[in-house]
């Protein structure tokens, strides 16, 4: 049974920095394709930055580039998003995933065959 298990989020003023993790269990990690999405309130889920399987590829949303930089530690299953510059639109609770595709021009979270339960991402102006 494939778990993913994300934390490190939490309440931080505009301009500040959060780096979110994310423990896979249960599958093939260094197998697998990652990737992080977010959901704001009201809103649809959308992409926002996902990784090759040896992280030499990298996707990110036009809103987080030069921001947000994703990372991976194979030997240790766990899945980065270290966040800086945050913005009040970056407010959102923010899931990890695998995926079933990877392109670099573009991330789906209909590719996505497992979820974790999701962080809370809160950015005060």
């Known amino acids: 049974q494939v778990q993913l298990a994300e934390s490190g989020g939490g309440s931080v003023p505009s301009g500040g920095s959060l780096k979110l993790s994310c423990k896979a269990s249960g599958l093939n990690f260094d197998g697998s394709y990652m990737g992080w999405f977010r959901q704001a309130a009201g809103k649809e889920r959308e992409a926002v930055s996902c990784?090759?399987?040896?992280?030499?590829?990298?996707y990110y949303a036009d809103s987080v580039k030069g921001r947000f930089t994703v990372s991976r530690d194979n030997a240790k299953n766990t899945l980065f998003l270290q966040m800086d510059s945050l913005k009040p639109e970056d407010t959102a609770t923010y899931y990890c995933a695998s995926l079933d595709n990877f392109y670099e021009d573009y991330c789906s979270d209909s590719w996505s065959n497992a979820w974790g339960q999701g962080t809370q991402v809160t950015v005060s102006s």
């Open positions: 990784i090759s399987w040896a992280g030499a590829a990298k």
